[in-house]
Each structure stands twice: as C-alpha cells, then as structure tokens.
C-alpha cells in the first residue's frame, strides 16, 4: 500500500496508530475535525519543531543509552516523522544509540525489549511460503532490503533472531542519512536457529530454539527468500549483514551476478576503509602504493577490505600480485601465510610467502606496516608494545580498530594517541569522545561503513541500478576521502564531520549512479543533472497537510 492510499482509509485511532502517517499533536484543528480525531488527542496544536524539542528533553533525561534506544525505537514506531526529524538534526549525539555502539546491547537484550515488529521475520519453518511472508508486509515498493540470519552480529557472535535490531537500525540509517522513504525499507531476520546455547536455553528467548541450519537446508532457504525478493519486492536492492563468514562470502558469489545485492560488511566496510586510508596519506603523504597494511582478523571486514585496496592498488598501476602482497593478515593462528594448511579460501588471495609468525606483535616487528587495522572483534588487542612499535618505524602512525561495539574495540582513542604521544592517526568502527593529550585535542574519526552504505543504497535506487559492483564501492571511498576538509584532519579526523552526512550521502550516490550509467547497469534514462536525480528521491521528515 502508498502512503497515499493509506491515508485515504486511515482515520481516527487507526491514523494514530500508523506510525507513517502519525502527527500526534501536531495534527491541525481542521484535520482532527475532517479525519475523526477530536477528543483523542490533547487541545493544544503544537508545531514539529515544540515536538523535537520535548523529544530530546526526555531523551537526555534517560538513565542509560539503552532507555534512550528503547524511548526512541518506540518513537519510531509511534511516529516516524519525528523520529528521523529528531535523528537528522541530531546526528553525533543520536546515532550513537540507534546504531553501534548501543544497538549492540539493544540485540543481546531484544528478547526483553521487543515491542512491535518493525520488519518480517521468516523462519526455518516458513520453508515454502516465504513469498506469503513477504506479501505480508503493509508497503509495496520495497527498494531497500537488510537482511541477517544473526550469525555474526557485531562483533558479539550469534545472537540469532535477537540480531533483527542490527536490520531495523541499519535501515534507519538508510533513512536518515541518505534519505530513503522509511516506507521503502524492510528489516528480515532470516531465523535459522541459533548456536548460542544461553539463547536456546532461555525460555524467553524469541526465535527457534534449535541448531542453526546448515548445508542444503540453509541454501534451499536462502535460495527461496532471494527468489521471493524477485517476485514480490522487483525493485528491492538486497542488503546481506552481519552473516558468518562461511555463508557470507559464498552468498555474495552466488548473488552478486544474479542480483541487485550487496555484503556491506564485505564491501561497505572496504569502501570506509579505503577512504580513511586515503584521508590519512593527506596526513602522513606519499602514495597507496608507498604503503604496506597489516589486518588483524581475516574475515569478511579484514578480506574486504584488502580486496578493494588491491582495486586501489591496480589503478594507481601495481599489478595484481603485487598489490595483494602490499595487504597482510592476522587471524587467530597467526600470520596468514603459504605454507600453512588451515586456510579458508577467502584467505588464500593474501597467503604469501614468510615464514609463520604466531603472534600479532611479532607480525607487526616482521611485516612494518604503514598502517594497522584491527576487524577481528577481538578486543584490547592493540597493546602498549604493539601501538608503540607501530610508532617506532612511523612518524605518523595509521591505526584503525574497527571492531564494534566499542567494547570490542582494538584499542581506544585515548590509549592510541597515550602511546605515541599523540603521533597516531586513529579512527574506530563505534565512536570515542575528543582526547586531550599535552594540550592537542584529538577528534578521531569513525570507520564505520555507515559513511557508505547509505549512499551507494541511494545512488543505485535512483539509477535503478540491476546490480551492485566492487567498483561502486571504490568510487564511493574516492568520493568519501574527498569530502574530507583540511580542519578534519588538522584535528586527526581522516571522515567528514558526521553532522554532513546527508551532503555525503547525495555525492557517494551521484558518484554511484554515474557509475551505474557509465557502465549500462541502470534502468532508468540518463537525466541531464544526475545530482537531481538523486536528491528527488530523498525522504524528508516534514508533515504533509492532510486537509
Ligand atoms: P568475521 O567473523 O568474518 O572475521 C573475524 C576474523 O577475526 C576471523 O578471521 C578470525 O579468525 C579473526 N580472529 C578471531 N580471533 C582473533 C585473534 N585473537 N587474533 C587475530 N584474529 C582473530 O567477522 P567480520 O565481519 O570480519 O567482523 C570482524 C569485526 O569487525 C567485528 O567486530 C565487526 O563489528 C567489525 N566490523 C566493523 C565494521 C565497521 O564499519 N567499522 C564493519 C564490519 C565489521
């Protein structure tokens, strides 16, 4: 259903209740006359702007972040206008709590906090009905789909269906930052068990109890939901998150070519990555190509990452092999090398030749990166010795802990600029206050794929782009890295200040859909203002007049 046709049947209580259409108290004397609201709302008329007002009052009243998710989720689910006004206008402070770090604690506590559903939940069990599910859904011009099966949610592992808070929050980030229609937006959790224990045992616990599928099983789901996507939702562009590496780097293979889909924690997080490391080199300067990048975690973010550098690499004219040599990994059993025999494949690219190193610090001493990126969520693994000998062979230092929640982080802000008496260039996956350290204050930078997810989503829904590419991703990160202002990095910031996301967002989009005309990937006509394009599908948080 529209907006528009939901509005010509909405009235009275149900017109409260439609979280689209809801104005509470702002509904005029003249549309609570015309759409049966008199009496059900309090006398005085109050503007969006008195709305936003009381919204942030009694969201800093809060207790703990968490009180503020909860307040705000069902904000949301009250009244989506105000909400996103509220989020938009509030960038730094807010996201913070609708997204990482504080969603991380919103999922591990969702069995208790769930109120409303704000997307579908498909199971196991659904085998063979899934497009009845997905037709279940009030709106029909889905264009953006996040789906999670919980495997990998954040770096807190399994946590089943309990994950769907990291799709809902996802998707208000789609709509905030990059202005897609919040009725355009569907949340999946794809329930395919759980191997968390603690969760199964829990009688509270919301999902099915029982072993996560895997091999056939799994596939055969997967493969009905993505083709129900195709027949109910054409138009959907298919987000993967927060999948376990074993199926997500197999579904990207199999999709990408098939489908408008993309892995954001394989791809997004290479493209913010990339362009952190481009801001950086305006710091330290030389080339990409002068550099030498150490990951410790070899997973979607770690192999990621490296992939899209090699992209990078190859056009400032390396060769392949080359520019994979200039990428090295830490997993859990050491540095990634040929002659070991525990490799998964999507490791293999990086394996080179060195003899085994076992530990992080003694891959630091061997390899001397340039600089050092941590996506294992693994936290506090960036010790005093290893920071300080990132410092000893570089004057200034990239060290990127990417893993979120902010418990999981690497190092903090403060331990990384303590240990190098300020020479680090640093940035987080969840983001840390301003550190002042002998009188410089540093503002580090987030690394979050959040600067690029919700561009590319918007760039490819205003070209109506068939498909997905790596290489969006690299013009997204080039984009990114050039929004950066010489007073961001002055204060140690490689990202834009957050609060211009939007303006982000319109020009990784424009960069996005030119790319996607360029490369006969879209399906509507070429307009002469490809910007134009894009910002007339941007969302904005304004009530309509009714009457
Ligand atoms: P993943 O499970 O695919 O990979 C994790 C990797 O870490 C694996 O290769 C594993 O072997 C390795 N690892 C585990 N313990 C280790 C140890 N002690 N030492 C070295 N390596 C170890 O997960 P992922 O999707 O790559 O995500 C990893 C982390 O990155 C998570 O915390 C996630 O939140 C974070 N991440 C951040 C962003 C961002 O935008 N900042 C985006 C994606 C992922």
Same mark, same amino acid.
């Not at 149900?14 to 689209?20: I, R, S, T, V």
């Not at 076992?358 to 990126?373: N, S």
């Given at each position: 259903?529209?907006?528009?046709?939901?509005?010509?049947?909405?009235?009275?209580?149900?017109?409260?209740?439609?979280?689209?259409?809801?104005?509470?108290?702002?509904?005029?004397?003249?549309?609570?006359?015309?759409?049966?609201?008199?009496?059900?709302?309090?006398?005085?008329?109050?503007?969006?702007?008195?709305?936003?007002?009381?919204?942030?009052?009694?969201?800093?009243?809060?207790?703990?972040?968490?009180?503020?998710?909860?307040?705000?989720?069902?904000?949301?689910?009250?009244?989506?206008?105000?909400?996103?006004?509220?989020?938009?206008?509030?960038?730094?402070?807010?996201?913070?709590?609708?997204?990482?770090?504080?969603?991380?604690?919103?999922?591990?506590?969702?069995?208790?906090?769930?109120?409303?559903?704000?997307?579908?939940?498909?199971?196991?069990?659904?085998?063979?009905?899934?497009?009845?599910?997905?037709?279940?859904?009030? #709106?029909?011009?889905?264009?953006?789909?996040?789906?999670?099966?919980?495997?990998?949610?954040? %770096?807190?592992?399994?946590?089943?269906?309990? %994950?769907?808070?990291?799709?809902?929050?996802?998707?208000?980030?789609?709509?905030?930052?990059?202005?897609?229609?919040?009725?355009?937006?569907?949340?999946?959790?794809?329930?395919?068990?759980?191997?968390?224990?603690?969760?199964?045992?829990?009688?509270?616990?919301?999902?099915?109890?029982?072993?996560?599928?895997?091999?056939?099983?799994?596939?055969?789901?997967?493969?009905?939901?993505?083709?129900?996507?195709?027949?109910?939702?054409?138009?959907?562009?298919?987000?993967?998150?927060?999948?376990?590496?074993?199926?997500?780097?197999?579904?990207?293979?199999?999709?990408?070519?098939?489908?408008?889909?993309?892995?954001?924690?394989?791809?997004?997080?290479? %493209?913010?990555?990339?362009?952190?490391?481009?801001?950086?080199?305006?710091?330290?300067?030389?080339?990409?190509?002068?550099?030498?990048?150490?990951?410790?975690?070899?997973?979607?973010?770690?192999?990621?990452?490296?992939?899209?550098?090699?992209?990078?690499?190859?056009?400032?004219?390396?060769?392949?092999?080359?520019?994979?040599?200039?990428?090295?990994?830490?997993?859990?059993?050491?540095?990634?090398?040929? +002659?070991?025999?525990?490799?998964?494949?999507?490791?293999?690219?990086?394996? #080179?030749?060195?003899?085994?190193?076992?530990?992080?610090?003694?891959?630091?001493?061997?390899?001397?990166?340039?600089?050092?990126?941590?996506?294992?969520?693994?936290?506090?693994?960036?010790?005093?010795?290893?920071?300080?000998?990132?410092?000893?062979?570089?004057?200034?230092?990239?060290?990127?802990?990417?893993?979120?929640?902010?418990?999981?982080?690497?190092?903090?802000?403060?331990?990384?600029?303590?240990?190098?008496?300020?020479?680090?260039?640093?940035?987080?996956?969840?983001?840390?206050?301003?550190?002042?350290?002998?009188?410089?204050? #540093?503002?580090?930078?987030?690394?979050?794929?959040?600067?690029?997810?919700?561009?590319?989503?918007?760039?490819?829904?205003?070209?109506?782009?068939?498909?997905?590419?790596?290489?969006?991703?690299?013009?997204?990160?080039?984009?990114?890295?050039?929004?950066?202002?010489?007073?961001?990095?002055?204060?140690?910031?490689?990202?834009?200040?957050?609060?211009?996301?939007?303006?982000? +967002?319109?020009?990784?989009?424009?960069?996005?859909?030119?790319?996607?005309?360029?490369?006969?990937?879209?399906?509507?006509?070429?307009?002469?203002?490809?910007?134009?394009?894009?910002?007339? #599908?941007?969302?904005?948080?304004?009530?309509?007049?009714?009457?």
């Amino acid at each position: 259903m529209t907006i528009d046709t939901e509005l010509q049947t909405a009235h009275g209580v149900a017109l409260l209740h439609d979280p689209l259409l809801n104005k509470g108290t702002s509904f005029t004397e003249a549309e609570r006359d015309a759409l049966g609201l008199r009496g059900l709302l309090p006398p005085k008329v109050t503007t969006l702007e008195q709305q936003c007002a009381k919204v942030l009052s009694n969201v800093r009243r809060k207790a703990t972040d968490l009180d503020r998710y909860t307040y705000l989720i069902s904000l949301q689910e009250r009244n989506a206008t105000l909400f996103y006004r509220v989020v938009m206008d509030n960038m730094f402070e807010l996201m913070p709590i609708i997204y990482t770090p504080t969603v991380g604690l919103a999922c591990q506590r969702y069995a208790l906090i769930f109120r409303r559903p704000q997307g579908l939940f498909i199971s196991a069990n659904d085998r063979g009905r899934i497009a009845d599910l997905l037709r279940n859904w009030p #709106h029909t011009d889905v264009r953006m789909i996040v789906v999670t099966d919980g495997e990998r949610i954040l %770096g807190l592992g399994d946590l089943g269906a309990c %994950g769907m808070g990291i799709p809902v929050g996802k998707l208000s980030l789609y709509t905030a930052c990059a202005g897609i229609a919040p009725a355009q937006c569907l949340p999946v959790m794809l329930d395919v068990g759980t191997n968390n224990k603690m969760l199964r045992d829990d009688p509270l616990y919301i999902g099915l109890s029982q072993d996560r599928l895997r091999g056939p099983m799994y596939d055969e789901l997967v493969e009905e939901f993505v083709t129900a996507v195709q027949d109910v939702f054409p138009k959907a562009c298919l987000q993967f998150e927060d999948f376990g590496n074993t199926n997500a780097f197999r579904m990207l293979r199999k999709y990408e070519k098939r489908v408008c889909t993309f892995n954001d924690d394989i791809q997004g997080t290479a %493209g913010v990555t990339l362009a952190g490391l481009y801001g950086s080199l305006r710091i330290t300067g030389g080339k990409l190509v002068d550099k030498k990048f150490l990951f410790q975690g070899a997973g979607e973010a770690g192999v990621g990452i490296c992939n899209l550098i090699v992209r990078a690499l190859m056009a400032e004219g390396l060769s392949e092999q080359a520019a994979r040599e200039r990428c090295w990994l830490v997993d859990s059993h050491g540095l990634v090398v040929k +002659s070991r025999t525990d490799l998964a494949e999507h490791k293999l690219p990086f394996a #080179h030749d060195h003899a085994p190193v076992a530990d992080l610090l003694a891959a630091v001493e061997a390899i001397k990166p340039t600089a050092l990126i941590g996506v294992s969520g693994m936290p506090a693994t960036f010790t005093e010795a290893i920071v300080k000998t990132m410092g000893h062979f570089n004057q200034r230092p990239v060290i990127f802990a990417l893993s979120n929640p902010t418990s999981k982080a690497e190092c903090t802000a403060e331990q990384a600029y303590t240990w190098t008496d300020g020479r680090a260039i640093f940035a987080s996956g969840s983001p840390f206050p301003p550190f002042t350290l002998n009188g410089v204050t #540093h503002v580090s930078g987030q690394g979050n794929n959040s600067y690029v997810f919700p561009g590319v989503g918007l760039g490819v829904i205003a070209s109506g782009a068939t498909h997905v590419t790596d290489e969006m991703f690299f013009v997204a990160a080039k984009t990114l890295a050039s929004l950066v202002t010489e007073s961001d990095l002055a204060s140690g910031n490689v990202y834009p200040d957050l609060q211009r996301i939007r303006e982000v +967002s319109v020009k990784i989009a424009a960069a996005v859909a030119e790319l996607a005309f360029a490369r006969n990937l879209a399906s509507v006509p070429r307009p002469r203002d490809i910007t134009e394009l894009v910002q007339s #599908h941007m969302y904005q948080p304004l009530y309509q007049d009714y009457v």
